[in-house]
């Protein structure tokens, strides 16, 4: 049932600014305090169960790491002071990232008898962060935060106690990520730490100095629409005063020597050989419209000391890059260590003056340049499409990748890094969205240096390839032997086989045919399994329980239907435990969807899901909500195309309507849903969807949107994969905006968004605006606006209320409603 609207196109611009600005002097929100409630009790226990733990294998494959992870934060620890400068979010107390995932413990589990060795000695009230394990295999280190300061830890194998390497007067700085780097020799590291004695945090004056000025000369500056950025020199002094460090060579028994002098240290990496260091430094002048990884930076190698070895690139302020998709700086960039050899540099450098928006037979050329860099830069590569990456074997073998957004392109090469004037061999060339030729990618294994490179066989002749294994009955992962000289596939060592999802995880013994895999089922949660090929046998290392088992018994289906233009669509159809379409008739339905571009109507229909995986959710998951009822679609493809010339957009709505009625029809037709009790909702982008269907089809009763951008004047320089500005298609914009047809939306739409939402495109003011737009018009609406929340949503309270309201108005508008009218529905507040 879609209904359509259109405005004359030199008339759009205009229309829809004077549209936006009107409603952007709306009166203030009406609203209310309101208490975090709770949702039904089932929904809670799911959300407060214990979460699995996660598995990181040991370089030498003989041990697991277990990573237990605590439940969901309170409110109160996510409402910790944060600053938000420059794109980064950082906690003030530990000066740390502000939002980071921190573990509740750790264990080590041998791989061959199961022995559990764990990790003690934590300091009370610890929180744990940023594992890993050292390069020999012998122990781990990790960040410890107490008492807000941030300490640099580890423990052995042999015992699990947890030892303290950095002093109790030096804390690391996190702004920047995981603030430690292991040496090549197992028993050392670099790190980031505070400055010491640096003093107080500037306080903000009381009186401003003068106005806050920008200025642009002449020159096309485009950005797209980014948040948490500088907005004046007090801003700049906090961003210095945070993410200043001292970079320091540091050793197990808490040794210090400083290396170099303090600086905006944005990425640190230590050569293979770990007797030089990769330093990536932010400079002045900083920018108010772009955040940190576009500010100027130098690139330097040092030694041990912090003495210069090399300047490796001095760049400039990022803000000249064209906003065309393909679009690089200019200079040299993509920074790293070659992985196979002991301290050889490899950068990229644009041939197309970064721009891709012109046509250009030559894009990308890569360089490699070897210690002590007193030579010339060696070509590797010249490419006639954008640099995707490089995977290094040894002098006989290295990959490296290209692709070009426009065609939705890539190819793979193989070279020759100690024979340069052999000819590249193409290995592929195919759409990245075409899953179904996708050969994988090459299974690799730790080196001398402790770097993961390529892993041959048969005398460098063969190597191994792992992969999702797509295909029309779902995906069934792989790992594949194939030759080296012709591509193509020697044998298939695993795949995956019905009524398992099961994937490759790392080849512990090629000789004895050991493959540590992790499987699962339907009913099955995920674990890992060794895997004898040789013997065919297999034996399970983990036994980790099933999370909700107040799910067991749902029905889980992968079905395909086809949208009115022949295109194939698919979506995983669940059912509540117990159901019986004859005994209990049509239920209730909600669908949970995200649109995606494509450029090919092949590609676009292939299935990208299996049928066999282990039902897993967390707060955004819709199969929640067979516990309460309800039938669910999930991830019914929304594919929006454009073929050849064509953009996808130019057709965005009739096709994400066609597709949302295909899907309506396919679980209809199935006698299993109710066609007058459907919900539609989604996330992000599946936000946008979920407003623009209401807005354009009268196919469900109530939407669900949380954190959405419904106003596309607001991103007027591209968003998602649009890469025409505003001005450029004034007509794409008008029509993709829900917020310019909010007058058609007559159903119920419950908006949820993150007050802290730092998702680029994605302002809070976009939801506030949606909802000051569906109240002038008097449609049923409710802003659920979440305190300190980011896109993603993380403390419990914040969940549980959450789940409350969407439980509250599915019931309302969706289960508990008679046959549809075309009447709104009486407006009522929970």
């Known amino acids: 049932m879609p209904r359509s609207a259109t405005v004359p196109a030199p008339r759009a611009l205009s229309v829809l600014l004077a549209l936006t600005a009107v409603l952007f002097c ?5 609203g209310a305090a309101l208490d975090y409630q709770m949702p039904p009790q089932v929904l809670a226990d799911i959300i407060d169960a214990p979460p699995t733990p996660s598995v990181y294998l040991s370089p030498d494959k003989a041990w697991l790491l277990l990573l237990e992870r605590p439940g969901y934060p309170s409110i109160e620890e996510v409402a910790q002071p944060e600053m938000r400068l420059a794109g980064l979010r950082i906690n003030p107390r530990s000066n740390g990232p502000s939002r980071a995932r921190n573990l509740s ?57 947890a030892r303290r390497v950095t002093p109790d007067d030096l804390a690391l700085n996190g702004v920047y990520g995981r603030a430690y780097s292991w040496l090549r020799d197992s028993r050392s590291f670099v790190a980031r730490t505070l400055v010491q004695n640096r003093g ?43 993410t200043t460090s001292q970079l320091v ?23 293979p050989d770990g007797k030089l260091v990769l330093v990536q430094m932010v400079n002045r002048p900083y920018s108010y419209s772009l955040q940190e990884d576009d500010f100027p930076r130098r690139v330097q190698v040092w030694d041990l000391k912090g003495k210069l070895v090399y300047e490796v690139a001095d760049l400039p302020l990022q803000d000249q890059v064209p906003i065309s998709f393909g679009s690089v700086p200019t200079g040299r960039r993509s920074f790293s260590w070659r992985s196979d050899k002991p301290a050889e540099l490899v950068w990229v450098e644009a041939l197309d003056g970064g721009d891709g928006g012109i046509e250009a037979d030559e894009r990308d050329r890569v360089f490699t340049l070897a210690a002590p860099f007193d030579g010339e830069p060696q070509e590797l590569m010249t490419l006639a499409q954008r640099y995707g990456g490089v995977m290094w074997g040894d002098d006989d073998l290295a990959m490296v990748t290209s692709w070009w957004w426009k065609t939705r392109n890539v190819k793979a090469w193989r070279v020759w890094p100690g024979d340069r004037s052999r000819e590249p061999q193409k290995l592929q060339d195919r759409s990245w969205q075409d899953v179904y030729n996708d050969p994988g990618s090459p299974v690799t294994e730790r080196n001398e240096f402790g770097r993961q490179t390529i892993m041959s066989v048969d005398r460098g002749k063969a190597i191994f390839m792992e992969g999702d294994g797509a295909s029309p009955e779902g995906n069934r992962p792989f790992l594949r032997k194939h030759n080296l000289e012709t591509g193509k ?40 399994w060794l895997r004898n090929l040789r013997k065919n046998t297999m034996e399970q ?172 004047t607001l991103t007027p320089f591209g968003f998602q994969s649009e890469e025409r500005t505003l001005w450029e298609a004034p007509q794409i914009y008008f029509e993709m905006s829900p917020f310019m047809h909010a007058d058609k939306i007559n159903e119920p739409i419950l908006l949820v968004h993150g007050e802290a939402d730092n998702n680029s495109g994605t302002f809070p003011m976009q939801s506030e605006r949606m909802y000051g737009a569906l109240k002038g018009h008097g449609a049923t609406a409710r802003l659920v606006m979440l305190p ?6 993380r403390a419990r309270e914040s969940i549980m209320h959450l789940l409350w309201e969407t439980s509250t108005w599915l019931d309302r508008y969706v289960k508990n409603v008679g046959p549809r009218t075309m009447e709104k529905p009486e407006v009522q507040n929970p």
């Open 200 to 242: 107080a945090a500037p306080a903000e004056p009381a009186v401003p100095s003068g106005p806050v000025v920008q200025e642009n000369l002449g020159k096309k500056a485009p950005a797209r629409t980014l948040q948490d950025l500088l907005q004046n020199t007090y801003d700049e002094s906090l961003y210095d005063y945070y």
């Open 249 to 271: 060579n540091v050793n197990l028994q808490g040794k210090v020597r400083k290396m170099g002098k303090p600086a905006v240290f944005r990425r640190v990496s230590p050569s």
């Open 541 to 712: 290392k983990t036994f980790f329980p099933d999370p909700a088992p107040q799910l067991a018994g749902i029905s889980k289906e992968l079905i395909t239907y086809e949208r009115n233009d022949g295109v194939q669509l698919t979506a995983t159809l669940y059912l509540p435990a117990g159901y019986d379409k004859d005994r209990d008739g049509p239920l209730p339905f909600l669908m949970w969807a995200y649109p995606t571009e494509f450029k090919s109507k092949q590609d676009a229909g292939q299935v990208t899901d299996s049928p066999y995986r282990f039902t897993r959710v967390f707060w955004g998951s819709p199969m929640l909500f067979l516990t309460r009822g309800y039938g669910v679609l999930d991830d019914p493809t929304m594919p929006i195309i454009g073929e050849g010339a064509e953009e996808p957009n130019d057709t965005f709505v009739e096709q994400l309507v066609a597709s949302a009625q295909a899907a309506v029809d396919a679980v209809v037709d199935r006698g299993v849903c109710d066609p007058d009790r459907i919900a539609i909702g989604g996330h992000s982008y599946g936000a946008f969807m979920t407003a623009n269907l209401l807005a354009h089809s009268d196919l469900f009763r109530l939407g669900l949107p949380r954190s959405g951008a419904y106003n596309r």
């Open 105 to 161: 413990g750790l264990s080590f589990q041998r791989l061959n008898d199961g022995k559990i060795v764990p990790v003690t000695g934590f300091p009370e009230g610890a929180y744990i962060t940023g594992p890993s394990w050292s390069p020999d295999g012998q122990r781990i280190a990790f960040v410890i935060n107490h008492h807000d300061q941030l300490s640099l830890w580890y423990a052995d194998l042999k015992d699990g106690k």
């Open 489 to 528: 596939m020697i044998e298939e060592l695993f795949r995956s086989e019905a009524p398992y999802y099961e994937s490759p995880v790392e080849m512990v013994d090629f000789e004895k045919g050991l493959l540590l895999t992790r499987r699962e089922s339907k009913t099955e949660p995920p674990n890992y």
């Open 26 to 30: 709306l009166p203030g929100l009406a």
């Open 788 to 793: 300190h929340e980011s896109h993603g949503y």
